[in-house]
């Protein structure tokens, strides 16, 4: 029991994915995307980003012209806060 406790969720896992993907997209290192930093992402996701539709609008929630981690999360099905958090679908 104290073994499973100890290691990290898929949870906490995908959030720690998501962060390193965010941070090396971050070049400025700003903490926010700008949309030539996202469209390396776009690029390289290509195949999958037209299937699905993906751009950078969809990115940008609240259409500031940057994505924050949170909008970052939020898109990739993350809320990004805090390990708490719940989300309602």
Do not use: W
């Not at 926010?32 to 390289?44: D, G, K, S, W, Y």
């Not at 751009?55 to 993350?78: P, R, S, V, W």
Request: charged residues 25%; negative net charge; contains cysteine.
């Amino acid at each position: 029991e104290f073994s499973a406790a100890a290691l990290p969720s898929q949870k906490d896992m995908f959030r720690r994915a998501l962060q390193q993907q965010f941070d090396v997209l971050d070049v400025e290192n700003r903490g926010a995307l700008r949309h030539p930093e996202m469209a390396t992402l776009v690029e390289q996701l290509k195949p999958v980003a037209e299937k699905h539709g993906l751009t950078l609008l969809d990115l940008d929630m609240n259409g500031d012209g940057e994505i924050t981690f949170q909008e970052f999360c939020n898109y990739f099905g993350e809320g990004g806060e805090t390990g708490d958090e719940s989300q309602s679908s």
